[in-house]
């Protein structure tokens, strides 16, 4: 049992040990982790907050005019009446021509009309519901959003196994991911894919993306099944040549029947839309039945959890997707996804300065909202606590080693300053 779990039940022991008894064997074994939110939370008063996933400004949340406008203009049928349990029938409709779209190689036949969900995190639990048995295995990167543990590990059972995606000199490679698979022994995985990835900012190129598949592919040949679950949080925030139609996409042109894409996505990041909390599960399959029989199973999963997903949000998304909208919020939206290229450009000046080579080593990235920093000689925790007291900037230790910094809330002309501070901070403890 993770030791916060521990800690609060022998609190509960103390305070009121009925309760304690009363517990599922989930209710003991959940807890609050001491991961982002906290670390976030500790670095509130930062002046450079670059902790959190959202996008900020000088001014506040960078956000669409269009969504913020929208809802003077829906009608109370939009607002009030229940969604159902897949969501607005239209909103799933425009999502689907919006993956179709962006994902030239996928045809509507190859997969099933988005259930719309409570954004990424909710479609991630919903999965792990329908797939993981306690027990079962999910490969994810070393590198992966902490939240992953607690839906599938504390609240599944499963087991985690993860592998590396950066080699000695943290540049990205396919190797352990390959080398993971080609070891893999069960006759079920469940893989985790996050490009962009969070917290590194990496997404593949097209040939690594086809290294990707064909190792799949190999593991799937040798009779495991394999669930790849794509997390496309950032999805679209692409600042190289990398390949930008989603891995759910290449994954869902082979064929197996051992394999089953599925692909999460949603607003949050997408639409800068972090608090609408609406994202959709799309499965990679040709079959009618199948895609019918998944959907009623979804339905029954959300119908037994939340019921139904908030109508405002999905009215909002739904109103923004429409022809009539769609061109004046995708400017919006561009205006947003620009600002964040430039401060990638100026990140990607500053931190590879040969001044910093002893400070830190970076890890490849070159998208999303992140960029990660191996640091030289002093503690990641120790040094995230120094920076938010001396220095007032706020980021995520990720281990003991590596930093996580969100440049997506720093002002593209305090970015030198962020990395300055935080190579001044690394000195400070070394002295
Ligand atoms: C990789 C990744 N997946 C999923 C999520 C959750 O997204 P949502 O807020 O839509 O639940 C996040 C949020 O930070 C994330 O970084």
Same mark, same amino acid.
């Given at each position: 049992?993770?030791?916060?779990?521990?800690?609060?039940?022998?609190?509960?022991? =103390?305070?009121?040990?009925?309760?304690?008894?009363?517990?599922?064997?989930?209710?003991?074994?959940?807890?609050?982790?001491?991961?982002?939110? #906290?670390?976030?939370?500790?670095?509130?008063?930062? !002046?450079?907050?670059?902790?959190?996933?959202?996008?900020?400004?000088?001014?506040?949340?960078?956000? #669409?005019?269009?969504?913020?406008?929208?809802? =003077?203009?829906?009608?109370?049928?939009?607002?009030?009446?229940?969604?159902?349990?897949?969501?607005?029938?239209?909103?799933?409709?425009?999502?689907?021509?919006?993956?179709?779209?962006?994902?030239?190689?996928?045809? =509507?036949?190859?997969?099933?009309?988005?259930?719309?969900?409570?954004?990424?995190?909710?479609?991630?639990?919903?999965?792990?519901?329908?797939?993981?048995?306690?027990? *079962?295995?999910?490969?994810?990167?070393?590198?992966?959003?902490?939240?992953?543990?607690?839906?599938?590990?504390?609240?599944?059972?499963?087991?985690? =196994?993860?592998?590396?995606?950066?080699?000695?000199?943290?540049?990205?490679?396919?190797?352990?991911?390959?080398?993971?698979?080609?070891?893999?022994?069960?006759?079920?995985?469940?893989?985790?894919?996050?490009?962009?990835?969070?917290?590194?900012?990496?997404?593949?190129?097209?040939?690594?993306?086809?290294?990707?598949? !064909?190792?799949?592919?190999?593991?799937?040949?040798?009779?495991?099944?394999?669930?790849?679950?794509?997390?496309?949080?950032?999805?679209?925030?692409?600042?190289?040549?990398?390949?930008?139609?989603?891995?759910?996409?290449?994954?869902?042109?082979?064929?197996?029947?051992?394999?089953?894409?599925?692909?999460?996505?949603?607003?949050?990041?997408?639409?800068?839309?972090?608090?609408?909390?609406?994202?959709?599960?799309?499965?990679?399959?040709? *079959?009618?039945?199948?895609?019918?029989?998944?959907?009623?199973?979804?339905?029954?999963?959300?119908?037994?959890?939340?019921?139904?997903?908030?109508?405002?949000?999905?009215?909002?998304?739904?109103?923004?997707?429409?022809?009539?909208?769609?061109?004046?919020?995708?400017?919006?939206?561009?205006?947003?996804?620009?600002?964040?290229?430039?401060?990638?450009?100026?990140?990607? #000046?500053?931190?590879?300065?040969?001044?910093?080579?002893?400070?830190?080593?970076?890890?490849?990235?070159?998208?999303?909202?992140?960029?990660?920093?191996?640091?030289?000689?002093?503690?990641?925790?120790?040094?995230?606590?120094?920076?938010?007291?001396?220095? #007032?900037?706020?980021?995520?230790?990720?281990?003991?080693?590596?930093?996580?910094?969100?440049?997506?809330?720093?002002? !593209?002309?305090?970015?030198?300053?962020?990395?300055?501070?935080?190579?001044?901070?690394?000195?400070?403890?070394?002295?």
């Amino acid at each position: 049992m993770n030791p916060l779990a521990l800690d609060l039940n022998e609190q509960l022991t =103390q305070s009121n040990p009925v309760i304690l008894d009363m517990l599922s064997d989930l209710g003991k074994h959940m807890f609050y982790p001491k991961g982002i939110l #906290s670390q976030s939370a500790e670095a509130k008063s930062t !002046k450079y907050n670059a902790t959190i996933g959202m996008a900020t400004d000088d001014s506040g949340k960078l956000y #669409s005019q269009t969504i913020f406008d929208l809802y =003077q203009h829906l009608d109370p049928e939009e607002i009030f009446p229940y969604a159902p349990p897949q969501g607005i029938e239209e909103l799933r409709g425009l999502w689907e021509e919006k993956i179709l779209q962006e994902n030239t190689d996928l045809t =509507q036949k190859q997969i099933s009309r988005p259930i719309v969900t409570n954004a990424l995190t909710h479609g991630l639990s919903l999965l792990a519901d329908l797939f993981v048995n306690s027990g *079962d295995t999910v490969l994810l990167p070393k590198q992966n959003w902490g939240n992953y543990k607690l839906i599938f590990n504390t609240r599944h059972g499963a087991e985690l =196994q993860t592998y590396s995606i950066f080699d000695e000199d943290n540049h990205y490679t396919t190797d352990g991911f390959v080398s993971a698979l080609e070891n893999y022994n069960n006759d079920k995985v469940i893989l985790l894919l996050n490009y962009p990835n969070n917290p590194t900012g990496y997404t593949p190129t097209a040939s690594e993306v086809e290294e990707i598949s !064909k190792a799949i592919k190999n593991l799937a040949d040798r009779g495991t099944k394999v669930i790849a679950i794509i997390d496309d949080a950032y999805f679209g925030l692409f600042y190289e040549d990398v390949y930008t139609q989603s891995i759910f996409s290449a994954l869902t042109q082979i064929e197996s029947p051992n394999i089953l894409p599925v692909r999460l996505d949603g607003a949050t990041k997408e639409f800068f839309a972090w608090g609408l909390r609406v994202g959709f599960i799309t499965f990679g399959i040709k *079959d009618e039945m199948t895609k019918a029989v998944l959907e009623a199973k979804v339905k029954g999963l959300i119908r037994s959890n939340i019921s139904s997903g908030p109508m405002p949000s999905q009215s909002a998304v739904k109103y923004v997707l429409q022809p009539e909208h769609r061109e004046q919020f995708e400017k919006d939206i561009q205006k947003h996804i620009d600002t964040l290229k430039e401060r990638y450009e100026v990140t990607k #000046s500053v931190v590879y300065d040969e001044k910093y080579k002893d400070d830190w080593k970076t890890y490849d990235f070159n998208s999303g909202y992140f960029m990660a920093i191996q640091v030289n000689g002093v503690n990641a925790e120790t040094l995230r606590k120094h920076l938010i007291e001396k220095y #007032s900037i706020g980021t995520i230790a990720l281990n003991d080693t590596d930093i996580r910094v969100a440049f997506s809330c720093i002002e !593209k002309d305090d970015i030198p300053h962020v990395f300055d501070s935080i190579a001044k901070g690394i000195e400070d403890l070394k002295a």
